[in-house]
């Protein structure tokens, strides 16, 4: 038996059942984790969505070495599948035991199963042309921020910061002021919108909070931030048609960059965006480069397909454009916990 056979057999992989405590230890300890292994965030989504949150462990001699989240989502819309992670921007697997984990993954029955980066198990599917990443280090001060934006775009936040606007940051008592005003962003762009419960759950789980941009006390523009090793991620964000005008996001990303820097992070972990879209080029101009983000998918049959740019949605995309805002946030919800 050579090396590589004694470190596969020393391996056990199982599922883990209520052991969050252990898992999220393992998960902090992890330069590469992001948020979306926390435990707390799957099972945020099993709270708000209603899908299954599986966990699977890789041990050697009872320490875990390797994990994998799974959700299981199911959707008379948009089929069955497994995610890693589901609702998020990353996931996949961490550490070892790749090739046992998605041996686990592939025994639960599903037809396809989707990982949000970490390593690609042998003989997966592997798409590095859809979606990109944008992520960089803050600057030690506001004056210096400012300076890392390319000139254009400096000039939009400047303009921003001399405009009459009030930032406020909290927590569940700006809950339901974040909800509309992300709802109706998601409504705008022709998206259903998540689920409330999914953002409440996690803004109450997670190291979280909300920072919200208001213009003569009327909210503008407000979004929902995870925090984890050193790092924010602006997640859940939006702002309402009066925020183009008065710059309110360019204001909001920017306070959260001193608020961030203000609670000891160091970087900024702009998100994902698609290849070739708006937002893609609003954070490029932010002075963010896009990397491009490697998903791994197997299947036994058709993937699940929830692009929104598939021309096959095309028409509901335009109608959910023009939907009156009380009936997008009253159906969105019931659309999109089946997105995954």
Known sequence: MNAHSRIAADLVVREAIDEDAAIDAFVRARPDATPFHLTAWTRAVEHGCGQRARFFVAERGGRIVGYLPLTEMRS???????VSSAFAVGGGILGEGVEPLA???????YPSIELRGGPAPHGWTIDRDTSLGFARPLASSDEAELLAIPRKQRAEVRKALANDLDVVIGGAE???EHFRIYAESTRNLGSPVFPPRLLRRALDTMDADILTVRHRGSAVASVLSLYLNGTVYPYWGGGTEAARALRANDRMYFALMAH????GCTRFDFGRSKVGSGPAAFKKNWGFEGVPLAYAKWSSGPMREVDPRNPKYALMVRAWKKLPLPIAML??????RGLG
């Open 260 to 263: 961030a820097r203000s609670r």
């Open 103 to 109: 041996t686990a993954a592939r025994a639960l029955g």
């Open 174 to 176: 700006l809950a339901a």
């Open 76 to 82: 008379a819309l948009f089929g069955k599948g497994l």
């Open 331 to 336: 159906a969105g919800p019931w659309i999109s």
